[in-house]
């Protein structure tokens, strides 16, 4: 398990995490960012250039994304400029299945949602699209791009098995998940980038792990307030921690132990990503640009000694346009 290869949980628990800047950022780098278009202009930016489909697809991709995924929406602004559009498309995508499982009161309106998307998946390759706008988006990166349709519907049948609540039996089926989704839409990402490189998918395979991995902790206090829990049971079994434990919002050694353990493991896929940094070609650096806020998270929770419910955890990093700009300019991940 990660505890035994990081060191005793007791005490201190550093990660060991790389220091963020290493070379000195340009002088105008802040001036940079700003620049970068906001809320405001992306609602200015009216998709005159959306071409056949739905007017202003484009721009809707973007607000979902700027509304339910800052994060992302922020890393597809610095994408090259003619891979933008189609990053926002894949993105959004994503978002539009990840919804569906909190926006539904019974599984089987889960399961028409995914329907819905495989059959959109189907009729993409046949240039006959649904009217929705993130489907009109993903038809063009489809074309633009050549995408495998395989990648695609492994994402939307491993989010449909997902739409029961129960938590997950294992690490490695958290790790699988998070292979089959996140894993799938860097591969996808790498092609609207045209990068065709063993060692990128190997790095993107990690990353996908770590995404997965980091984004079930981000949302335990949410899931909590729902009274459900998602963590790897055979974790919280090795440390004697119940599901309640989570429920109540226990703060006690053993429940910090899993998340610890829990965090430690999507350190571990981004040091493992990270190897495969000078074998990497640059072209496939900005579909890795979240490991900046990946490294951000398991910083933050590393500071509150694994506090998983602790406030500081839910706050927006107003810094992270920065962070994700200078890392960009150093062309690392």
């Keep these: ?29 802040w001036e940079r960012v700003r620049r970068l278009p906001g809320p405001s202009a992306v609602r200015r930016s009216v998709a005159a250039a959306s071409g056949p489909g739905i007017p202003g697809s484009h721009l809707y991709c ?22 933008q559009r ?14 569906v499982k909190d926006s539904v009161s019974e599984k089987t309106i889960g399961l028409m949602r995914m329907q819905f998307w495989k059959k959109a998946v189907e009729d993409m390759y046949c240039d006959n699209p649904p009217h929705q706008p ?32 129960k938590a997950y039996r294992s690490m490695q089926e958290l790790e699988n998940y998070a292979e089959n989704t996140q894993g799938s839409l860097l591969y996808l990402t790498l092609e609207v980038l045209g990068v065709k490189d063993l060692h990128a998918d190997h790095a993107a ?10 984004t079930c902790l981000r ?17 919280c079994v090795q440390h004697g921690v119940s599901q309640e434990d989570f429920l109540r919002r226990n703060q006690d050694k053993n429940v910090r132990d899993v998340v610890y353990d ?32 990946l490294e951000d998270y398991l910083k933050k929770i590393q500071r509150v000694d694994f506090d998983i419910f602790h406030p500081s955890l839910q706050q927006k990093n107003m810094l992270l346009p920065l962070s994700l700009y200078i890392q960009s300019w150093r062309k690392r991940y």
């Design 219 to 235: 949302a335990t206090p949410y899931h909590s307030s729902r009274r459900q829990v998602f963590l790897p049971m055979d974790v």
């Design 86 to 99: 189609s990053a926002s498309a894949l993105r959004a995508f994503n978002v539009e299945l990840a919804q």
């Design 62 to 83: 973007l607000e979902l994304l700027r509304k339910r995924d800052y994060e992302s929406y922020l890393c597809s602004l610095l994408f090259p400029a003619e891979c």
């Design 262 to 293: 829990i965090a430690s493991q999507a350190h571990l896929h981004l040091k493992h990503a990270r190897s495969f940094h000078r074998s990497v070609p640059a072209e496939a650096f900005p579909a890795f640009l979240q490991t900046v806020s």
């Design 205 to 214: 395979s990690h990353i996908g792990k770590a995404q997965g991995i980091v």
């Design 134 to 165: 993130v489907a009109i988006e993903l038809w063009k990166a489809v074309k633009k791009h050549n995408l495998t349709k395989r990648w695609l519907m492994r994402i939307i049948d491993e989010r449909e098995k997902n739409l029961d609540d």
């Design 1 to 29: 398990m990660a505890t035994s290869m990081l060191g005793s949980v007791r005490g201190p628990r550093p990660f060991g995490l790389a220091n963020l800047f290493h070379r000195q950022p340009p002088r105008d780098a």
